[in-house]
Antibody, heavy 118, light 111 residues
């Protein structure tokens, strides 16, 4: 079965750090771009970061540039999101999504809840 | 930045009746390769988003044929020919030609 499963969410302090992981299975992970998409409580969707299939290119939404880092380990079929300098507005469900072509996300995980609060 | 505007915000529909959702972009979504990267997603209550339609009108495997997408340039539509109870949820359009940007969503509910 083709799937991605997120882990690592939880409670983070303002100014603190959290790391999300996404385990991919059922497909050739190294052949696909991947993204992190988040959804604040009761709100819509926004793409936070994306990474090229070989990991050589990364892109971020403006509000997380310099704070978040997307990375991947193609040998282990894992995607990561390192989140630093957390802010209350980073509170959201973070989805790992497979991107087969031009951001048309066809596989989504169940999501990992991140809450930033003191 | 491209802005994606969906309407209506809320769409009460009678079972078995059609429904249409509009999505407009602030810039053309035609890519230099000639394709238009406009995608539709369904998010049922408490679930992750699910892709329904990609490149304007291509329906995903397993998506009922009552769902169809059409449009061009900056103006796109998702149509449900006969709404069923399982179609309740929020529908999002998303442009992938530039930075992936989602519309604000349209909540489909049964009258």
């Amino acid at each position: 079965e083709v799937q991605v499963v997120e882990s690592g969410g939880g409670l983070g302090q303002p100014g603190g750090s959290l790391r999300l992981s996404c385990a991919a299975s059922g497909f050739t992970f190294r052949n696909f771009w991947m993204s992190w998409v988040r959804q604040a409580p009761g709100q819509g969707l926004e793409c936070v970061a994306k990474i090229k299939d070989d990991g050589t290119e990364t892109y971020y939404m403006d509000s997380v540039k310099g704070r978040f880092t997307i990375s991947r380990d193609n040998a282990k079929n894992l995607l990561y999101l390192e989140m630093n300098s957390l802010r209350a507005e980073d509170t959201a469900v973070y989805y790992c999504a497979r991107d087969p072509h031009f951001n048309a996300y066809d596989i989504w995980g169940q999501g990992a809840m991140v809450t930033v609060s003191s | 930045d491209v802005v994606m505007t969906q309407s209506p915000l809320s769409l009460p529909v009678t079972l078995g009746q059609p429904a249409s959702i509009s999505c407009r972009s602030s810039q053309s979504l035609v890519h230099s390769d000639g394709n238009t990267y406009l995608t539709w997603f369904q998010q049922r209550p408490g679930q992750s988003p699910r892709r329904l339609i990609y490149k304007v009108s291509n329906r995903d495997s397993g998506v009922p044929d009552r769902f169809s997408g059409y449009g061009s340039g900056t103006d796109f539509t998702l149509k449900i020919s006969r709404v069923e109870a399982e179609d309740v949820g929020v529908y999002y359009c998303m442009e992938g030609t530039h930075w992936p940007t989602f519309g604000g969503g349209t909540k489909v509910e049964i009258k």
